[in-house]
């Protein structure tokens, strides 16, 4: 049995001066955590709980005075998707993370917890397996040539092949969000785009999150309430099953023509990945069915699939005309949310 330090934080500040030391780790809802404790992967010397911060404002939501909402990072999972705020002026939000995990996790689970949360590959959690780059750097990667299914189709390294597995991320990067983070020096925001990272040569980082940073509220920009959303998640099952394939879809048309469209993939890369050629190809033409499909396609043509995981390829390309039909107003989602 290995000790483990703990200490409860009373304020950000106190927070922040106790993530100093090596070792340490914030711990929130801990659904993620926990889990990568017993089972090994990670090896904290010290908890610092942060669910007791007096600050204001981190487990609620709040209108921003430029339009847009913040939400409170230790916020929890339910409570966001069911605040009204985010509820009115955020649908998309809701429904993601309505689509995670199961109604106990929700519950539990904190929002600053759901952006840091690690990757599902098998390989990572089973310490039985030498090869793990994400978990011991160095070691190879157990993923490449073993069981891959739920891997990455963009963005993969030679080193790491892992998804992200947050559905409200998904979201948030289809909002243009900002992630809020303050330190000793300060505080700062990161686009969610530059929040998660690529695994390059350094899958073991997730985040580009520095060493004693602590995340205190998600910012979305003002919402437009002209834009149709939609959130697809594709899975082996109908609840509690991670996204094979997930797509987010914010699209506001003028007349017939798109005015702006953001998609946003998960379950196919490292980070959630912005389908920038469709957006692009989509974007001030009119929404036919023929663009559509001729825009998925073309946002496919960049992956790179291994043996297991070409079906995502086709999945991707037919969720985000799917996602971008309901959004538009065209077609509807069952009430799970999943493609039939
Ligand atoms: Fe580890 Fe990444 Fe390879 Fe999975 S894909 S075994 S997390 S290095």
């Not at 993969?156 to 969000?177: G, K, R």
Request: glycine residues 10%.
């Amino acid at each position: 049995m290995e000790a483990i330090a703990y200490e409860r934080a009373a304020d950000i500040a106190g927070a922040i001066r106790a993530a100093r030391e090596p070792g340490v780790a914030f711990i929130g809802g801990g659904t993620n955590l926990l889990d990568l404790m017993k089972g090994g992967v990670e090896r904290p010397v010290k908890l610092i709980d942060i669910t007791h911060l007096s600050d204001d404002g981190l487990d609620t939501a709040r209108a921003l005075p430029n339009g847009g909402v913040r939400i409170g990072a230790l916020m929890r999972n339910s409570d966001a998707a069911n605040h009204p705020l985010v509820r009115e002026r955020y649908p998309l939000l809701t429904q993601a993370l309505l689509a995670g995990a199961s109604a106990q996790l929700r519950n539990m689970a904190t929002v600053g917890g759901n952006l840091m949360q690690r990757t599902r590959c098998p390989y990572f959690y089973d310490t039985a397996f030498a090869a793990c780059n994400k978990r011991a750097p160095g070691s190879g990667c157990a993923a490449i040539d073993g069981h891959h299914r739920n891997h990455a189709i963009f963005g993969a390294s030679e080193a790491c092949i892992a998804v992200n597995p947050s559905d409200m991320s998904v979201a948030l990067a289809a909002l243009d969000a900002t992630v809020q983070v303050a330190d000793a020096g300060g505080t700062r925001g990161i686009p969610i785009g530059q929040f998660h990272r690529l695994p390059g040569d350094r899958p073991d980082l997730d985040t580009t999150l520095q060493r004693g940073e602590l995340i205190t509220s998600v910012d979305l920009p003002p919402a437009t309430s002209a834009a149709g959303t939609a959130y697809l998640k594709v899975r082996d099952r109908a609840s509690y099953a991670f996204a094979l394939v997930s797509v987010a879809a914010m699209l506001h048309m003028n007349g017939d023509k798109v005015e702006a469209v953001h998609i946003a993939l998960g379950g196919v890369a490292h980070k959630p990945w912005r389908a920038t050629i469709a957006e692009g190809m989509l974007t001030g033409q009119p929404l036919s069915d023929k663009a559509l499909h001729e825009a998925a396609a073309a946002q496919m043509r960049d992956a790179r699939p291994l043996r297991e995981n070409r079906y995502k390829v086709a999945v991707a390309e037919r969720a985000i005309v799917r996602a971008v039909n309901v959004a538009a107003g065209r077609e509807r989602l069952g009430v799970t949310g999943e493609t039939a």
